[in-house]
């Protein structure tokens, strides 16, 4: 790319108002000479099906798009993916319109990990109840895999679902010991990670999905809601010792990993985090 290039990307999701995707890879433009334009696209609003939307994106000069709640599973079949892990994940957050087609990528999964790796550096997991197996939820799930969890206790409403992304891991990392519960307290006891991969806490879908009593004793807590970023399951979770993980380093690095797919830039990431966090601008 050269100083002069222009960059259309964008974001597919409901609820997406006060994301902060559309300024992280504006201030990822400006480290690089390229104006990008980040468009936050909302099927409902514009009247249209995910589908409609998605053509028009790839139609329609984006270099890429971003695709979060709902659609992280609902945009697979449009994708070609050539990692056999997003494969197995099942659901993609990123979309490149190369010349052959969209090609597919999940940097929630590559996010994870390094968000957690950022604050617990090479400290074992534990047990881990992960509440939630949407799409985010899978690739989290595949983030404890990589960190070599031996314990996971999956919660889900649909149990249908959990138990699909259940059989799912044991395929993958037959070590690996995954049991579906649908009462997370009960799923919490004797865990040391508590995750929660619901909407639950995020603007407009307040409150919290395990209480707070049923935290005492874990030693580390992870939510994938950034907006707001100090939701009621992390100031639970601090109230009760345990160490923190913010949906914020998540949104962070799986962005940083999106832009290296959208145009194999380089970033200086302590720069981009501290012009964020500087930023009170949402979009």
């Known amino acids: 790319m050269t100083a002069t290039t222009k960059l259309r990307l964008g974001l597919i999701g409901d609820n997406i108002a006060r994301s902060r995707s559309p300024l992280l890879h504006r201030l990822a433009g400006d480290q690089n000479g390229v104006a990008v334009t980040y468009d936050p696209l909302v099927p409902k609003v514009l009247g249209e099906t995910f589908e409609q939307v998605f053509a028009r994106c790839q139609n329609g000069g984006y270099r890429g798009i971003n695709v979060t709640y709902p659609y992280k599973e609902h945009v697979v079949p449009s994708l070609r993916i050539d990692d056999p892990l997003v ?17 597919g990528y999940n940097t929630d999964y590559s996010g994870f990990v390094a968000a957690y790796k950022s604050v617990r550096q090479d400290a074992d997991t534990g047990p881990v109840l992960m509440i939630g197996t949407g799409g985010v939820g899978r690739a ?34 037959p070590d690996m010991q995954v049991t ?15 995750i929660n991969c619901t909407p639950v806490g995020m603007v407009g879908y307040e409150g919290t999905p395990l209480p707070r009593a049923a935290m005492a004793g874990a ?17 639970d979770a601090f109230s009760e010792d345990l160490s923190i993980i913010s949906g914020w380093n998540l949104f962070f690095f799986q962005g940083v990993h999106a832009w290296h797919f959208f145009t194999g830039l380089p970033l200086n990431e302590a720069q981009l985090r501290d012009d964020l966090l500087q930023s009170k601008e949402t979009s």
């Open 87 to 103: 494969r197995a994940i099942g659901a993609a957050n990123t979309v490149v319109f190369e010349e052959d087609g969209p090609v």
């Open 140 to 173: 989290v799930a595949f983030g404890l895999v990589a960190l070599g969890t031996k314990d996971l206790r999956l919660v889900d409403r649909d149990m249908a679902k959990a138990e699909v992304l259940a059989e799912a891991l044991r395929l993958a990392a």
């Open 180 to 194: 579906t519960y649908d009462d997370p307290t009960r799923a919490a006891e004797g865990a040391a990670g508590l």
């Open 219 to 235: 030693e580390w807590a992870f939510d994938a809601v950034y907006t707001p970023v100090e939701t009621q399951f992390l100031q």
